[in-house]
């Protein structure tokens, strides 16, 4: 049976424990500022009529959680299809050789930065870091930009938006796991993928050659990708031990 190891298993839980005490933190001040502003408003317009302070008051606030409402509906929707993407690609990366050990949502800290990772796969051929994003529609972009476009087309309409660029992210999670092996006299080779997880996503990306990032989207070519590789350095049991042993702690 193959090895998995779950480091900090409840990082999507408190991902999202976090996001409802920002949300309920947001709705509460929203709620007072509402109730100020329904105040002032009665006030100003009435001449200090309090009594018609209440009724300004239930607009304001019925404007405001309105408001609340769709933000926070939209940033939900974009959390749930991340935690799905990551869900299935953990699905996929379960049916990798026993040879390789997956270790789920591990925190690293080094060199004074800190990052949370998706995946990360160890094999005797390297160490490999997994990104996934959960797009659909056309991608567009050239991996050292800034910014990517992400295009879908509806029934009656064609939705464009602007995306930071996933690719240099990836990019920057190998390169810091890179630094922490030095720093810590680990010889292993680092893999960034970036891991499209909609196979349906149509990817129009130019590369540039200082972004050194595999970019995927198709559950067979991401196995092929992680057991074909080969790197420099052999990653035997007591160097993947000893890795393992960083994550854990």
Not at 140 to 164: D, L, M, P, R
């Amino acid at each position: 049976m193959k090895k998995t190891v779950r480091i900090k298993s409840e990082l999507k839980t408190n991902k999202n424990k976090t996001f409802l005490y920002m949300t309920s933190a947001l709705f509460f001040t929203l709620v007072f500022a509402g109730v100020g502003f329904g105040m002032l408003f009665a006030i100003l317009l009435q001449k200090s009529n309090l009594h018609l302070a209440f009724p300004g008051m239930f607009i304001g606030i019925t404007v405001i959680l309105l408001a609340v409402f769709l933000v926070e509906r939209h940033n939900y929707n974009i959390l749930n299809a991340g935690v799905k993407g990551e869900q299935k690609t953990y699905e996929i990366l379960k049916k990798l050789p026993k040879e390789y050990t997956v270790i789920t949502n591990p925190v690293i800290h080094n060199r004074g930065s800190v990052n949370e990772l998706d995946f990360v796969i160890i094999g005797t051929n390297g160490v490999f870091v997994v990104e996934t994003k959960n797009y659909r529609g056309i991608v567009t972009g050239n991996t050292s930009a800034q910014t990517w476009k992400q295009i879908k087309h509806g029934k009656n309409k064609t939705y464009e938006k602007e995306v930071k660029n996933p690719a240099k992210q990836s990019y920057r999670q190998g390169r810091r796991m890179h630094e922490m092996f030095i720093d810590f006299g680990i010889s292993a080779d680092v893999f960034p993928i970036l891991y499209f997880v909609d196979s349906r996503s149509e990817l129009k990306i130019t590369d540039d050659a200082e972004i050194n990032v595999a970019i995927i989207n198709s559950e067979n070519d991401l196995l092929d990708f992680i057991m074909k590789s080969k790197g420099k350095h052999i990653v035997d049991e007591s160097e993947r031990s000893e890795i393992i042993r960083f994550f854990k702690k």
